[in-house]
């Protein structure tokens, strides 16, 4: 995997957008890029992930920069149950179950 | 649809000792693969298994193993139990396991280790 490098936390208010960065210059041209947050006591949810092309689903928008060493999750309108550690990931192919989780960006959402 | 369900949420054992812990993945997930998360080392992978073969491997003694089952669900085991295992253990399943799916992690398992 590619080694990913976030931001320790990161704070916003409630209901304005969140980019959350995440920075994997060694990735290779066919690693996936995945996104999972974890909330306090849970265990981690996949949030959102892409290859090349930015990618939207209901929870997230996943921006990928052209040469791909970076991306970035935009949530779009942050809430108090968005609070969370927010993973980056890369797992390589052939061994894409391997995720390998950095210590993550720890989001805090305020009134 | 039902997530992934780990088994039991809680257990406290001691060093020495043997744990299983269970997993049932999504109906229709293939892919079922093991994560150890502390305070101290993160999240890190364990192993992996699709279709009852070990598909990958993290860098774990071989106290540590697990299997599948032909209905997908899946079993670790640590055996001779020491302090340092005391962790949240996590079950992630994915339909085949590529890169191109998600993964749907459970609750886990906290292992107390006295």
């Known amino acids: 995997d590619a080694k990913t490098t976030q931001p320790n936390s990161m704070e916003s208010n409630e209901e304005e957008p969140v980019h959350l960065p995440c920075n994997h210059s060694?990735?290779?041209?066919?690693?996936?890029i995945h996104w999972y947050r974890q909330l306090p006591s849970q265990g981690p949810e996949y949030v959102i992930h892409?290859?090349?092309s930015n990618v939207n689903n209901r929870m997230a928008s996943l921006a990928i920069a052209e040469d791909r060493k970076s991306s970035t999750l935009i949530l779009h309108r942050a809430t108090l149950r968005d609070a969370a550690v927010y993973y980056c990931t890369t797992p390589a192919t052939g061994t894409a179950s391997k995720l390998t989780f950095g210590t993550g960006t720890r989001l805090q959402v305020t009134l | 649809k039902a997530g992934v369900t780990q088994t039991p949420r809680y257990l406290i054992k001691t060093r020495g000792q043997q744990v299983t812990l269970s997993c049932s993945p999504i109906?229709?997930?293939?892919?079922v693969s093991w994560y150890q998360q502390t305070p101290g080392q993160g999240l890190q992978f364990l192993f992996e298994?699709?279709?009852?073969?070990?598909?990958n491997k993290g860098n774990f003694p071989g106290r540590f193993s697990g299997r599948q089952f032909s209905n997908s669900r899946s079993e670790m085991n640590v055996s001779t139990l020491e302090l340092g295992d005391s962790a949240l253990y996590l079950c992630?399943?994915?339909?085949?396991?590529?890169?191109?799916?998600?993964?749907?992690f459970g609750s886990g398992t906290r292992l107390t280790v006295v």
């Open positions: 060694t990735i290779s041209g066919t690693d996936y």
């Open positions: 892409g290859l090349t």
């Open positions: 992630a399943s994915s339909p085949v396991g590529g890169p191109n799916y998600g993964y749907t």
């Open positions: 109906s229709g997930h293939r892919s």
């Open positions: 298994y699709f279709s009852e073969t070990q598909r």
